[in-house]
């Protein structure tokens, strides 16, 4: 499932409350060579964020994590600039 922006220094933020749907997400972007930060919910996600600016953000539109969306819309510029990729496992 390789392709041309897999990248080791392509930062990845994941944040999914689903274990099984965050674990299996985490396979699969390791695999293809992303660095990545996982987060099970929003305090977990704003966490990461804090610590290092992803190139990209993937985050499930259901649950507290959909809150991580909300805030990234208010966010510093530099966050704001960045789309985040919706997912959901429902």
């Known amino acids: 499932m390789s392709n041309s922006l897999s990248n080791p220094k392509v930062r990845v933020l994941l944040a999914d ?5 965050r674990a299996l997400l985490e396979d ?3 695999a293809d060579g992303y660095h990545l930060d996982a987060a099970a919910d929003r305090d977990e996600a704003l ?13 499930d539109v259901n649950g507290s994590t ?3 969306l909300d805030w990234l819309r208010g966010a510093d510029p530099a966050y704001a600039r960045r789309p985040p990729t919706r997912q959901s496992s429902s």
């Open 17 to 21: 409350e689903d274990d099984a749907t």
């Open 28 to 30: 699969n972007l390791n």
């Open 66 to 68: 959909l809150a991580l």
């Open 47 to 59: 966490a990461c964020l804090r610590r290092s600016a992803p190139d990209l953000i993937v985050a």
